[in-house]
């Protein structure tokens, strides 16, 4: 036996170990900062808009194009520029939050209620009722998703209620599809057959039993449907299709700065680091729960 | 062997979910406005537009609408667009290779970055190596697609000059596209790939390979990652079919002549054969392919097929 | 394959103002050069015109489109009768020789002789009426040929026509100039309009070549042009939707044109020596339309408001903020200077919010009222800041404004169901006579989407009475009438009139920038 499988071997075994304590308390400190990170940026949506730095919708022809950390011409300080209508960069941003914060999470919400109910109920009750939704979860899985929601947003309107609807609908499907697995997994457990054979009824094995055991899938593909809602609807607004004045959100930037991007590229280069941010920050508390949560696939 | 047979059943099942995506999507289609209004401009006067709707058959009743559509697509017939007055499967067969060519290219890229990254990443696990792959992997998967094609775009194409800003033609011009497109899949397919090793390395018949005193190099390249690359390549088969769809924004920002953006501008013109096509088209390619990886799953192995 | 192909010729065929470019950052272009070298003699020998265009035409039939950037593709193949020209928006003729009413009804035009089609068909009378004709018949032209409602054509001699008219009508020439492009007869009925299309044969400089679905049109010489051959051998209209790409293209020389620009991204080029910006206060006129019999809209009835809205809004700022000064604020009146029936005597309103404020509570609403503004996004050059800032304006002088931001297909639905708002955002570019503006805003209900007001009954008479009067001055002087009372009466917030930018590589010239927004190839060359 060489050296080098021995090291190996002994690196694989404490990796283990670590598993358990060094690298679980690191996995934590990025889950922690992570979550602080969504914290700073939730209060900052929440923010009132009359606390704001300055009115995200106020234009200012002294302060166009003031690039960040710069005193303008009329002597303000915008602390990371003004846009090409001389509205300040931070205030927008906080405020452009709140509707792609609200949007994405009113959409893992909705999704989270719907795809978890319907997942289970499939998983459980089985049959046709079964085969037909999954048959629809297919199909629907087949669609191009930015171009249905694209169509949708056309039909139904651009306000935050309907793009959040419009996100849900284009999301459910996956998340149906997932919970169900986790669910025909769970059902096949000695505890779901043993609380069937002592007579609980479907309805208490499906509230008591099967969603609490799927929860944590549940809570982790939630956390993750944030930022790919957050994704979602920075390519439809940057596609000129996501949500409207006075509203505004980061793809909406984005897409504003992107004629200015020669001459003033902060104006569409920040707002596209938030929205990276943002996921990335999103993906990582989806992380640190799935290995909180889920031992199985602990330290991945 | 009854794998004919399990075929025929999966394609038989596919048909009742295009029935309900082409009824989805054509009463969808109809409710977002008048292609003929938007087709006459602003100062077209009603009684233009309506012989206009009557000559596209606009006016006719929605089921009669939908059945005549039924009944041409099944003599291979995806109707006329509006915009163009061309068949919308000429216009989409002309899209369909520069879709096709970005996509491939897209699939490439993923396998050729991956792979070397993620068994990288595994071999040296919770080292450097392994930190600097997992931050591009976590950035590759939340950075938006039009974002990191403009930045791609402003610093090959204009800052450096090395590429092309946007075209189609040559290799040159599928360059940042193609690696546009593929990111997230990069990122998706190098953490699979990753966590894929890292199980199969710590897996009993390695370390009796190992035991057997083989060499690293043929213990992991020989042993360990045919094994491991299951599950990502039938992870990016699946992802493929459905860059197809999403490439619009990689199209639109790099002028790519696909299919998403010729579905983008039938949409915003409402043109409803050529929306109807695109979405057809686009669901088969995803149906298909998913059949194909099943199918080939099954024949690799037997117990999937039971299930 | 043509991409580094095209390059290379440039980089070889204009070495000294391409030098310069390339210099500057990293060779892509001698790169590509070497890269192809082979086909170094090849590419000398031709010389190719690359356009960075906005859209991928639908068509190249110019009568069944009214986009004008579609028509100016395939107008590098068919010609009019008629020209504007470029800055005086006189109509001068062009494959005509002159024209005249003969009565005022009827409309003599003479044909300019030894012209021919490409594929052979002579130019001549059978082939003006034809054409004449043809345009009529196309829905999509429905709208204009209700302007010369029910004429005929009549062949005179081989080449002369008459267009006869049941009632007089004085634009005719405008609608020679906008419209009626001259098609091959035989060609055209044997094809259709759809086919022809696809592979348009005209008189033009250019023969229709091939073309690459959403990628380019390819145009070669027409050897045999009426006007002698053109100095361009092949021009490329290279499809680019977005505005920063054909920047990108052009400042890193893989195009010589990038047609159709805004100016925060045109002033970009203004820094790069081998380029030049050019910018033309184009026809595209903006306003804010009011739709007073909809439901919630009576204080709009009363043409005080109406005034007291012009004056909320203020023009040079909105001009100085959303544009950065480069559009042209409106006078007053829904013309531009340079269109035919341009008053001088009419000046803006002049923003002055307390006297808006006043008139409206003048007119019985001390507090205010609501309405909903819709206007569109993504359709025109910064639309959506405009609709955000004039809807701040109303806010001001305390209108409680519900804002309508519509992707440009919702919009126009909701324009035909009548739902759209109290006041919407209308960019209108016709010909520049103002009869065809004064046919839209009078026919505003059956022309879906007009202004609804209470129309003025002199207005109406004045209308009539314009209509038929083949005098230019005492045409002229009817409109300025019709614009004075407008401007009493405004039937919307008068708004600006857009300028248009397109650069130009340094290689190019006699590029001319149109008011008409459309791009003419007659008088360009390359230089060498």
């Known amino acids: ?300 | 062997m009854n794998l004919p047979k399990y075929v025929l059943q999966r394609v038989i099942q596919t048909i009742p979910m295009l029935l309900f995506v082409l009824v989805l999507v054509f009463s969808l289609t109809r409710l977002t406005g008048d292609p003929a209004s938007l087709m006459l401009g602003d100062a077209a006067t009603n009684e233009s537009v309506g012989a206009l709707r009557d000559q596209w058959g606009l006016n006719d009743p929605l089921l009669i609408q939908f059945w005549d559509y039924i009944r041409n697509l099944l003599t291979g017939d995806m109707g006329a667009s509006l915009r163009y007055s061309r068949p919308v499967a000429d216009l989409i067969g002309e899209r369909l290779m520069a879709s096709m060519v970005l996509v491939t290219a897209s699939v490439i890229i993923s396998v050729v970055v991956s792979v070397p990254l993620g068994v990288l990443a595994a071999r040296r696990w919770n080292r450097k190596e392994d930190t600097l792959i997992r931050l591009f992997v976590v950035v590759g998967q939340a950075v938006p697609r039009f974002y990191l094609g403009i930045l791609l775009m402003l610093l090959f194409g204009l800052r450096l000059r090395w590429l092309p800003t946007s075209g189609y033609g040559t290799w040159k011009h599928l360059l940042l596209p193609a690696f546009t497109l593929a990111t997230p899949t990069i990122a998706l397919l190098t953490r699979l790939v990753r966590s894929s090793m890292l199980e199969v390395l710590s897996a009993d018949y390695i370390r009796t390979a190992r035991a057997k005193g083989l060499g690293e190099r043929s213990v992991v390249y020989r042993h360990a990652l045919r094994n491991a690359l299951m599950a990502p390549i039938t992870m990016l088969a699946i992802q493929a079919a459905q860059l197809v769809g999403s490439a619009v924004v990689v199209e639109q920002v790099f002028g790519w002549p696909g299919l998403g953006r010729l579905a983008l501008d039938a949409i915003y013109a409402r043109d409803f054969p050529l929306i109807q096509g695109i979405v057809l088209i686009l669901c088969l390619i995803v149906i298909v392919t998913n059949l194909v990886v099943d199918v080939s799953y099954g024949f690799i192995n037997p117990q999937a097929r039971a299930s | 394959m043509y991409g580094s192909n095209r390059v290379a010729k440039d980089a070889l065929s204009s070495a000294t103002s391409r030098r310069a470019l390339i210099g500057a950052s990293g060779a892509i272009g001698v790169g590509a050069a070497l890269a192809s070298g082979t086909r170094f003699a090849a590419a000398q020998e031709s010389s190719t015109l690359t356009i960075a265009f906005n859209l991928d035409p639908s068509t190249l039939n110019p009568m069944t489109t009214t986009n004008i950037a579609e028509e100016s593709v395939a107008a590098a193949v068919l010609e009019k009768l008629a020209l504007f020209e470029a800055e005086t928006l006189e109509v001068t003729p062009w494959l005509a020789e002159s024209w005249e009413y003969i009565e005022p009804t009827v409309f003599q035009i003479k044909l300019k002789s030894g012209i021919s089609f490409t594929n052979g068909e002579p130019f001549d009378a059978t082939a003006a009426k034809f054409s004449l004709e043809a345009w009529a018949e196309s829905p999509t032209m429905a709208q204009s040929a209700s302007q010369i409602a029910g004429y005929s054509v009549d062949i005179v001699d081989d080449l002369t026509v008459t267009i006869t008219t049941p009632n007089p009508v004085p634009t005719i020439p405008s609608l020679l100039g906008r419209y009626m492009y001259m098609v091959p007869p035989v060609y055209y009925a044997e094809v259709g309009p759809d086919e022809f299309g696809l592979a348009p044969i005209g008189t033009g400089p250019f023969i229709y070549e091939s073309r690459r679905a959403a990628q380019d049109v390819t145009f070669v010489k027409n050897p045999d042009w009426w006007k002698g051959p053109h100095p361009i051998d092949t021009v490329v209209f290279r499809v680019m939707p977005e505005e920063l790409s054909r920047v990108a293209a052009l400042e890193a020389g893989e195009v010589d044109i990038a047609y159709y620009l805004s100016y925060s991204l045109a002033s970009r080029l203004e820094g790069v020596d081998t380029a030049t910006v050019y910018s033309v206060d184009g026809l595209r006129k903006f306003l804010s339309a009011f739709n007073a019999k909809m439901e919630g809209g009576e204080p709009l009835l009363d043409p005080n408001v109406r005034v007291a809205l012009n004056h909320a809004v203020d023009l040079d700022g909105l001009v100085e903020f959303v544009f950065e000064g480069q559009a042209t604020r409106l006078e007053g009146q829904y013309a531009l200077p340079g269109e035919f029936g341009f008053s001088e005597t009419l000046s803006s309103y002049g923003y002055d919010p307390d006297l808006a404020r006043q008139m409206i509570a003048d007119a019985g609403y001390p507090d205010g009222f609501s309405l909903t503004y819709a206007y569109t996004i993504g359709r025109y050059p910064k639309d959506k800041e405009v609709g955000e800032i004039i809807s701040t304006y109303l806010q001001e002088v305390g209108i409680k404004v519900e804002q309508k931001p519509l992707e440009w297909g919702e919009f126009d639905k909701q324009r035909k169901e009548q739902t759209l708002g109290h006041i919407f955002q209308v960019g209108l570019l016709l010909i520049p006579d103002l009869n065809e503006t004064f046919n839209y805003m009078a026919y505003g209900e059956e022309v879906r989407g007009g202004p609804m007001i209470d129309w003025n009954d002199d207005w109406w008479a004045l209308f009539e009475e314009s209509r038929s009067e083949v005098d230019p001055d005492k045409r002229a002087a009817l409109y300025h009438q019709m614009l004075d009372i407008d401007h009493a009466e405004p039937y919307a917030i008068y708004l600006y009139g857009s300028k248009d930018f397109h650069a130009v590589s340094n290689r190019v010239q006699g590029f001319v920038a149109r008011k008409d927004q459309a791009l003419l190839l007659h008088d360009i060359s390359l230089s060498s």
Request: aromatic content about 10%.
């Open chain 1, 1 to 300: 036996m060489s050296a080098e499988v021995l090291a190996h071997n002994g690196r694989i075994q404490g990796r283990k170990r670590r598993s358990l304590n060094g690298a679980w308390i690191r996995a934590n400190w990025f889950t922690l900062f992570s979550g602080l990170i969504l914290l700073a940026f939730l209060i900052g949506a929440a923010w009132p808009t009359s606390m704001l730095p300055y009115d995200p919708l106020a234009s200012s022809l002294s302060s166009r194009f003031s690039p960040p950390f710069q005193v303008d011409r009329s002597g303000n300080y915008h602390i990371l520029g003004a846009d090409f209508l001389g509205r300040d960069m931070l205030s927008r941003i906080l405020y452009s939050g709140r509707y792609s914060l609200m949007t994405a999470i009113g959409a893992s919400m909705l999704v989270t209620v719907f795809g978890t109910l319907i997942g289970v109920l499939c998983g459980y009750v089985g049959g046709w009722i079964d085969s037909l939704t999954m048959r629809i979860v297919d199909a629907l899985l087949a669609l191009p998703v930015i171009l249905i929601a694209i169509v949708l947003a056309t039909i139904i309107g651009r306000s935050i209620l309907t793009l959040t609807i419009i996100l849900a609908l284009t999301g459910w499907a996956d998340f149906t599809r997932v919970v169900r697995a986790e669910t025909l997994a769970i059902s096949s457990q000695p505890y779901v057959e043993s609380s069937r054979a002592i007579g609980a009824t479907t309805f208490r094995i499906v509230l008591r039993t099967l969603i609490p055991n799927a929860m944590a899938v549940v809570i982790v593909m939630t956390t993750y449907s944030v930022g790919r809602f957050i994704l979602l609807e920075s390519s439809i607004s940057y596609l000129g299709m996501g949500v409207v004045p006075p509203a505004s959100s980061w793809g909406v930037m984005v897409g504003e700065g992107r004629d200015y991007i020669f001459d003033a590229p902060f104006i569409s280069v920040i707002p596209g680091l938030v929205i990276t941010i943002v996921v990335i920050a999103t993906n990582f508390v989806g992380d640190g729960l799935r290995d909180i949560l889920d031992p199985r696939s602990r330290a991945r």
